[in-house]
């Protein structure tokens, strides 16, 4: 199966994301919140960096735990600019 490109404004979106987790996990080490939240240290920095644009949602979920963020300010926060 071949994925359709992501879209500028995809990108930007996961960057976002990106930032707001990074942000959001403060001073706690990236290993110590990729394990609270089950996944390995390298998904998180590929997120975190925007490597990985468009991650699971249960990844996502997982961490906002971790981080103490819900789904909806995640969804709200990196939501499309102007909608």
Known sequence: MVRTP???E???RGERLGRLLR???GDRSMTE???EAGVSAE???KIETGRA???AFFTVAALAGA???SMDELAELCAP???
Request: glycine share 8%.
């Open 10 to 12: 995809e990108r930007e």
């Open 33 to 35: 919140v990729a394990a």
């Open 81 to 83: 600019v102007g909608v």
């Open 53 to 55: 644009p468009t991650p």
């Open 43 to 45: 998904t998180l920095r």
């Open 67 to 69: 981080l103490g963020l």
């Open 23 to 25: 942000a959001a996990r």
């Open 6 to 8: 992501l879209t500028p």
